[in-house]
């Protein structure tokens, strides 16, 4: 090109020509880049915002949860997506079980971080998981405060009556190997109008399953409460709730117990001479039951 | 052609018994990773050490080290390159070469950590712009691509005079005349190459804080204890080029001593290199202190425990390996060999030790990033084995690291023996050096060109993040008819009582187009849509009445009448209300609720009055429309504008910088420039 002024105005034209041209171009694509709309799996079947509450008085710790949640969704071994947990705030407060289910987060680091979608948001609030597209990079594991998810490290052993059926993101079984693995909150339970497994499996009543937006949950023994009430009343909180990651599942505090704690009950069933410090953050028994 | 170049390239094509040695080592040890990847694919990753509590362990530490020895070359040469220090030319290949294979090694290991590497494609199918690994894959392929530009570049002219040697096989030859582009060395190929190599020079050095800066995002970005800092970015770019120039270093006392290349590496070259080290170190220093001094000093729990472990616990001998071994000992042994006159003899081995201990306490310090604060969760880990609460690496693991080192010395070794070490037209005089000085370049705006096609470009890498998102049908309920018994039951909404709002004071109920739901995007800039049609509605606060008479029609007064709510999963009891003396009673409900609900009323009756009992749909406002949270923008499965626009703009325009100088610059215009008669 010349160094001259009409080379220069040409030049000025076409820059301005290719200007104009990728500008509709960019409009026009980012229309199709920038989509507001959701994604059809991300829509839930009803439009309701699940809540959990679960009454941390009543928990006595005796892993009905757990046992039915395994049985339910036929959980690999060493996976416990409902688990309990026995913590103690400090050494004074004493100690206390602590049933964990997935948070269901309103602001869940997992999804925020996985890089292909596998685990994602549902409107009704779940916390989904796609077992047919995750990666297995393990970053939601990482990101997630509570433990709550497993990654199936072997090809997981399976039964007859789990082969039975086909998978869905519903029930995410079938297992398979290399994915990662999190409670999902019984969502075929929900399209049938019944309680997670969890929750109906909890003889004490600790476990309260609802819509928010009916301001109702409900437990095990049909007793149904206005959650907003409860909540307030019971002085509710939730897990690590300075992470900011708004969790689905609300906990009333441990006062007025009629069961014995996770201290105590270790006391009664070893006799007197346990020191007081060990049940804590000691599992290891408990380990080597189910391995 | 001098002496050392003679040399250099006689180097090049020997192969003695210990290079043959010394590749079939590295081959065997690459050949038994390969048998224990192949393992860990039939099995799965249950023949690794890690478990669901400790779930990255060796693999990823690999990485993180192997992308910061990546550091080495190209960040420093370009720097270097940039600020027109001379005395860089014979070290710049061989530490660009560093950056190449160790990039190609660094990336593996991801693939090697993935549960499922078959479906590593989803990553370009699925991808998520808002989560870091998808920032890697971006950045680490960028940096790859910019790195192999940067390291070709140089190489044209020695590779056409590579092609013009005598003896060496046909093969290698047609090799180096394809890939030497008919460099033919006129004026305007010079004058082309200069530019191109100073256009990469720059672009390289962002590009290179970037990528790692991306990498310590993985760790920054959540929430746990040990990673959830602030200064992690700077923290793992100083660190990376910390092990990065130690590994260059370590090549240059290495490489001359098997390629004798005494003549180019002089210990002026050990020395400036040195005290670059040695400044890089006293910053490593720095950085490791303000990490762990603001943490310590305030003993947070989650913290307190990590740095327990750290300090005395059982991660205490990595601690201190990569405080000692890894900063002290490195930083001490170059302040004695740079710094007194007597010393000065030791510069080459002491650097080069220095260097040595550096990498290896760069290698523990990976590890120590990632396996303590895996293993250091929120919550206890309960319930499990044991050996699942401890990472052991298996030999799985180990097998695969070894390999990973295997390979990295294998493909520089052949890199070595392929490409001269050393730049052999950059090291020559002044005067040999066919360059020469043009006039400074008019105003030519053809050079612009490909600047103007940038925006397309930059769409082209937009479209491919596109989701294709489908609509869906949202059910209604129809109401019921009221059914009165004996006990009339109305209910009425009192005044509308509003939700909380957020402060931007969003307009009321509103319900999504039919078909469409919407994501929540509050606070986000709406950059082509501006409506957002998401709100919540206000619901009701309800009153029932009920009205109980007995059979003759007269007012029942004085009497309990019991309320109930029909959830969707259980009956919400309200209690029980005495009639007043016309026979009435009125229930006020100001729950958070909406949606219509039976409402069942009952009169359970007494020895003169049978039980009656009666039902009213109330209706406590319409739901809101389903939504994702509010403030849905990260965990949006839609691209993120927001978070995404900045990724790709940066890293779009690398590539656009990347087809301009490999493109135009080199494809293009030195071509035509040739064809065009002088």
């Given amino acids: 090109m010349d160094n001259t002024r009409r080379g220069f105005f040409q030049f000025l034209a076409r820059g301005a020509g290719l200007l104009v041209v990728s500008g509709v ?16 799996r991300s829509i839930a079947p009803t439009n309701r915002k699940w809540v959990m509450v679960a009454d941390l008085a009543k928990c006595d710790g005796c892993k009905d949860c757990t046992k039915a949640c395994t049985k339910m969704h036929f959980v690999p071994p060493l996976q416990e997506w409902m688990k309990v947990y026995e913590v103690s705030d400090n050494a004074a407060a004493g100690s206390y079980f602590l049933p964990r289910t997935c948070m269901h987060c309103d602001n869940p680091p997992c999804v925020r971080g996985c890089p292909v979608g596998a685990t994602y948001k549902r409107t009704d609030g ?63 339970m929900l399209r049938e109008g019944m309680l997670p497994g969890c929750a109906e499996a909890c003889k004490m009543g600790a476990l309260y399953f609802g819509d928010e937006l009916e301001d109702a949950v409900t437990n095990a023994k049909g007793e149904t409460m206005q959650f ?15 992470l900011g990651t708004e969790p ?40 080597k039951g189910q391995a | 052609m ?97 950056t190449v294979v160790a990039l190609c090694i660094g990336g593996c290991m991801v693939l090697i950590d993935l549960g499922r590497p078959e479906r590593a494609l989803n990553l370009f199918r699925y991808g998520r712009i808002q989560s870091p690994i998808v920032w890697d894959v971006l950045s680490v392929s960028t940096y790859l691509a910019g790195c192999l530009v940067y390291f070709y570049l140089p190489l044209l002219p020695d590779l056409a005079i590579l092609q013009a040697q005598p003896g060496i096989s046909p093969l290698r030859r047609r090799l180096y005349r394809a890939l030497s582009l008919g460099w033919t060395g006129v004026p305007s190929d010079w004058h082309l190459l200069e530019k191109a190599i100073s256009v990469m020079a720059v672009a390289i050095i962002p590009l290179a804080i970037s990528v790692h800066t991306v990498v310590s995002w993985i760790f920054a970005m959540t929430l746990r204890p040990g990673w959830d800092s602030s200064i992690f970015g700077p923290y793992f770019v100083v660190g990376a080029i910390y092990s990065g120039a130690a590994a260059v270093v370590l090549a240059m006392c290495i490489l001359r001593r098997v390629m004798r290349l005494e003549a180019y590496l002089q210990p002026v070259h050990f ?35 990590l740095l327990d472990r750290l300090l005395y616990g059982d991660y205490a001998p990595y601690f201190w390996v990569v405080q000692v071994v890894g900063v002290a000992l490195p930083m001490l042994l170059m302040m004695g060999v740079l710094g007194p006159k007597r010393f000065r003899h030791f510069t080459v081995p002491g650097l080069g030790l220095a260097s040595f201990l550096a990498i290896v306490g760069a290698w523990a310090k990976r590890y120590l990033i990632v396996v303590p604060t895996l293993s250091s969760p929120f919550l206890p880990i309960q ?25 990295f010395l294998l493909l520089y070794t052949l890199l070595a023996k392929l490409f001269p070490v050393v730049s052999i037209w950059e090291t020559r005089p002044p005067e040999a050096a066919a360059l020469t000085e043009e006039p400074a370049p008019a105003f030519r705006p053809g050079v612009w060109g490909p600047a103007v096609r940038v925006p397309l470009l930059l769409v082209a890498a937009l479209v491919l993040g596109a989701v294709a998102a489908r609509a869906q049908d949202k059910p209604k309920g129809e109401p019921g008819p009221v059914q009165p018994t004996t006990l009339s039951v109305t209910w009425k909404a009192l005044a509308s009582e509003e939700v909380p709002r957020m402060e931007d004071g969003r307009a009321g109920a509103t319900t999504a187009a039919p078909g469409k739901i919407y994501l929540s995007t ?30 003759s029609g007269q007012p029942l007064a004085y009497q309990a009448v019991g309320f109930a709510l029909k959830t969707s999963l259980g009956t919400l009891d309200f209690g029980k209300r005495p009639t007043d003396d016309e026979g009435k009673v009125q229930l006020v409900v100001r729950d958070r609720r909406y949606g219509q609900y039976r409402m069942d009323v009952a009169f359970q009756g007494d020895a003169s009055h049978p039980p009656s009992q009666g039902q009213v749909l109330v209706d406590f406002g319409s739901r809101p429309a389903p939504a994702l949270p509010e403030g849905g923008v990260l965990i949006s499965p839609n691209f993120s504008a927001a978070i995404g626009l900045p990724f790709l703009f940066f890293y779009g325009s690398m590539w656009c910088v990347m087809a301009y100088v490999v493109g135009y610059l080199v494809l293009v215009r030195m071509r035509r420039e040739r064809q065009r008669p002088q």
């Avoid at chain 2, 006293?282 to 001094?293: G, K, S």
């Avoid at chain 2, 849509?529 to 007995?550: C, F, G, I, M």
């Fill in chain 1, 25 to 40: 171009a960019m409009k026009t694509l980012a229309g199709r880049l920038f989509r507001e709309v959701l994604p059809a």
């Fill in chain 1, 126 to 188: 779940i916390v989904m998981m796609d077992q047919e597209r995750c990666i297995g990079c393990r970053n939601c594991i990482a990101q997630c405060p509570y433990s709550a998810r497993f990654f199936n490290w072997a090809e997981p052993p399976h039964t007859a009556e789990e082969l039975k059926n086909v998978y869905s993101v519903e029930h995410n079984y079938p297992h398979r190997r290399g994915v990662v693995e999190k409670c999902i909150l019984c969502p075929e």
């Fill in chain 1, 228 to 242: 907003s009430k409860i909540a307030a009343k019971g002085a509710g909180f939730r897990l690590m709730e300075e």
């Fill in chain 1, 248 to 287: 689905r599942v609300y906990y009333l505090p441990p006062v007025n117990r009629k069961y014995p704690s996770p201290g105590e009950k270790h006391m009664n069933q070893m006799g007197a001479a346990v020191p007081e410090e060990k049940p804590m953050h000691d599992m290891g028994a408990m380990g």
């Fill in chain 2, 2 to 98: 001098n002496e050392r170049e003679t040399n250099l390239l006689r180097s090049m094509r020997t192969d003695g018994a210990g290079f043959r040695v010394w590749v079939f080592g590295l081959i065997m040890v690459i050949l038994w990773g390969a048998f224990a990847y192949f393992r860990q694919l039939r099995f799965g990753l249950v023949e690794t050490g890690m478990r669901d509590q400790i779930s990255w362990g060796l693999y990823i530490s690999n990485f993180v080290f192997f992308i910061g020895i990546s550091h080495a070359g190209t960040l420093i040469s370009a720097i270097l390159r940039v600020t027109d220090a001379d005395w860089r030319c014979p070290i710049t290949r061989m530490a660009e070469g560093i």
């Fill in chain 2, 271 to 305: 020395r400036n290199l040195g005290l670059l080290l040695l400044s890089f170190s006293l910053l490593y220093l720095y950085f490791n202190i303000n990490e762990y001094l603001t943490v310590g000093y305030k003993f947070q729990s989650g913290e307190k425990v």
């Fill in chain 2, 383 to 407: 319930g499990v084995p044991e050996t699942w609460a401890h990472y052991v690496p298996s030999w799985v693991e180990w097998s695969i690291t070894a390999a990973a080192f295997a390979a």
């Fill in chain 2, 522 to 551: 509050r606070g986000m800039p709406h950059l082509w849509h501006s409506e957002n049609p998401k709100s919540e509605p206000a619901h009701s606060v309800v009153e029932v009445s009920a009205q109980l008479r007995d059979g």
